[in-house]
């Protein structure tokens, strides 16, 4: 039964800090996401990926963001430095794009972030 | 742009009745995928239902189904025999045909009366 895995699936963190989050996509998915939940805000989109390639980060704040795909089995979403607004859940997805006839994406069991 | 907007924050249905949550969304394309996905207290994003904006014909998946009214940008789901296991947060999602993102609404939040 493939699905996404990301770690670590909680992690609390003092302001200023660094913070690393993983995400594994389905073996073969071409295209991943990251998005951030909050209660304020729903679901939004911070970056997604074709084929390892950015194509879309305007949803992330860029001072101190960042996502990066390594290789296809791994993608990574940095804060650094971390605040407390960034608290959230974390969600990674993957998918085959547009060009899987139905255009779904597969979430990850998400990280929650705490930030104090 | 396009959005989509789930006027319904919270809902309550009774065990085994009938709850229909709405969706309205805006696009000036004509070919695009709709979604419904579930969230349970699990934080695990399920694809429930998915329609295709060029079938007329209305996506059924056992007991959810969905009525789209391509005319009226308008996408609701219909759960009958509602379960306890179907409380959960429940966000309408759409994407244009040949981009691979997908633009949730806010979700409703749906609690099941035993």
């Known amino acids: 039964d493939a699905r996404v895995t990301q770690t670590p699936r909680h992690k609390v963190t003092e302001m200023g800090q660094e913070v690393t989050m993983r995400c594994q996509p389905i073996?073969?998915?071409?295209?991943v996401f990251w998005y951030r939940q909050t209660m304020m805000q729903g679901l939004e989109l911070l970056a997604y990926?074709?084929?390892?390639?950015?194509?879309?980060d305007s949803g992330m704040p860029k001072d101190r963001f960042s996502a990066e795909m390594p290789d296809a089995t791994l993608a990574t979403l940095k804060i650094q430095p971390s605040e407390p607004r960034d608290s959230a859940v974390y969600f990674c997805?993957?998918?085959?794009?547009?060009?899987?006839?139905?255009?779904?994406?597969?979430f990850g069991p998400g990280t929650r972030l705490t930030v104090t | 742009a396009q959005t989509v907007t789930q006027s319904q924050p919270e809902m309550s249905v009774q065990e085994a009745e009938t709850v229909t949550l709405s969706c309205t969304y805006d696009?000036?394309?004509?070919?695009?995928?709709l979604f419904w996905y579930k969230q349970p207290p699990s934080r695990q994003m399920i694809l429930v239902i998915r329609?295709?904006?060029?079938?007329?014909q209305n996506a059924t998946e056992n007991r959810f189904s969905v009525n789209f009214q391509k005319a009226a940008k308008s996408f609701s789901l219909k759960i009958s025999d509602s379960q306890l296991g179907d409380a959960a947060m429940y966000f309408c999602?759409?994407?244009?045909?040949?981009?691979?993102?997908?633009?949730f609404g806010k979700g409703t939040r749906l609690h099941i009366l035993p």
């Open positions: 997805a993957s998918g085959l794009g547009w060009t899987e006839p139905h255009y779904e994406q597969y």
């Open positions: 073996l073969g998915h071409n295209t």
């Open positions: 990926f074709r084929n390892r390639a950015p194509l879309d």
């Open positions: 696009t000036s394309e004509s070919d695009y995928y």
């Open positions: 329609q295709e904006a060029y079938k007329q």
């Open positions: 999602a759409y994407s244009m045909n040949r981009d691979d993102k997908i633009i």
